[in-house]
């Protein structure tokens, strides 16, 4: 008999690449597989998938009541549909996956995909912060499967919790076979301006005000913007001001599978977050990996991991501040210079062979394959 492993995540599974990425995996390993999260009012439909999943709708979407209410929610779940395994990803699903799996007798994993009481999200809310903390704190020394995103988290939670967390960086699956991509007039963007791609999260400090701040200094290319976050609303606002309405495409967040389609078009992709916390400070963006699977030099911050990646491979540039007009010559510079722009183009699907999720399944079977026994 198969043994189930259910995997829980506080979004709505539309956009998780990552978790649907170790999904697969654990089915082709034997496993059978349940992905849990929530459906939200503005959800959209989810693409069919060869693993079962669940999106619980809750009342709460927001804030302190939503956590509480989705844990709550998740640990009765989980208690009455037995699992050999739970995966808890990230700490917001931690508490309900570790107070079910003492219960249920269930092995627990836990997928760090950042350092999670480090967002930016959490700054002067000491409450919340605290909170999350303390639920760390109690949990972290007691978990004997653990897996994050990168070296740098890794060592944070070694030095602070005196625990080995394996990495798993969360990099595109390499595909020999790429599926036809829809034409710009298909997505709606234009065919005689490049294209400087956001995609993701539009959340605080990410450097996307200031990216649209040096649109005003970039010519013969728009900002396209594919995501949705807390400070979209200001973003927008922002570009309304500047009069900036010509530079600059917003699109809606898609489902990954769809996103493949404006990357493809992209001239240049950044990832400007700034080093204004531990989390940003220790990031490694997917959407970094998804530019140089697409062949996407990449404009990017000067962070730790990022810088790491960025000189290895030679995939780009690295900004050095986020002054506006830095940024808008960084931007010139790139989309200018057509003999980098081949040597980037060239280096990313070079490097992608290696930066790959096919290399970091490896570490994956060694996690899984112990409790696949």
């Known amino acids: 008999m198969k043994k189930k492993v259910f995997l829980s ?36 439909p989810l693409e069919n998938r060869s693993y079962q999943t669940k999106r619980m709708f809750l009342f709460f979407e927001t804030g302190p009541l939503f956590y509480a209410e989705y844990n709550l929610r998740l640990f009765f779940y989980l208690l009455f549909h037995k699992a050999d395994v739970l ?74 919790y005196g625990v080995e967390a394996k990495v798993v960086r969360n990099f595109p699956i390499l595909k020999e076979n790429l599926k036809t991509a829809k034409s710009k007039k298909e997505l709606q963007l234009p065919e005689d301006k490049k294209i400087i791609l956001y995609q993701g999260s539009v959340n605080v400090d990410r450097g996307l005000i200031e990216a649209v701040e040096a649109m005003q200094f970039v010519e013969g290319a728009v900002l396209l913007v594919v995501g949705d976050g807390d400070i979209l609303e200001d973003v927008k606002a922002k570009a309304r001001k500047l009069n900036l309405a010509e530079k600059l495409i917003f699109k809606k967040r898609v489902p990954f599978e769809e996103l493949v389609h404006y990357t493809s078009h992209a001239d240049l992709g950044i990832s400007l977050d700034k080093d204004t916390n531990i989390n940003y400070r220790y990031s490694l ?38 002054d506006p007009k830095h940024i808008a010559d960084k931007m010139n510079a790139m989309l200018n210079d057509s003999q980098k722009i081949k040597v980037w183009k060239e280096n990313c699907l070079a490097a992608k062979s290696e930066l790959c999720w096919q290399n970091e399944e490896n570490v994956l079977r060694e996690i899984y394959f112990r409790l696949a026994g």
Request: glycine residues 4%; aromatic residues 10%; charged residues 25%.
């Open 9 to 44: 995540v506080t979004n709505d599974l539309t956009s998780e690449q990552r978790v649907h990425k170790v999904c697969l995996f654990l089915e082709r390993s034997g496993f059978e597989v349940v992905m849990i999260g929530r459906r939200r009012r503005t959800s959209m």
């Open 87 to 160: 995966v808890a990803n990230d700490l917001d699903t931690l508490l309900a996956n570790y107070f079910a799996s003492r219960f249920t007798k269930s092995v627990l994993v836990h997928d760090s995909h950042e350092y999670f009481t480090g967002v930016p999200e959490l700054a002067g809310r000491n409450f919340a912060k605290n909170t999350w903390k303390k639920i760390e704190r109690k949990i972290f020394p007691k978990l004997a499967h653990l897996y994050t995103v990168n070296d740098s988290i890794a060592k944070l939670y070694m030095d602070e």
């Open 285 to 322: 963006p997917n959407k970094i990996f998804d530019f140089v699977h697409a062949g996407v030099p990449v404009l990017a911050s000067d962070l730790v991991e990022i810088k790491k990646i960025m000189e290895k491979y030679c995939i780009g540039s690295l900004v050095e501040s986020h």
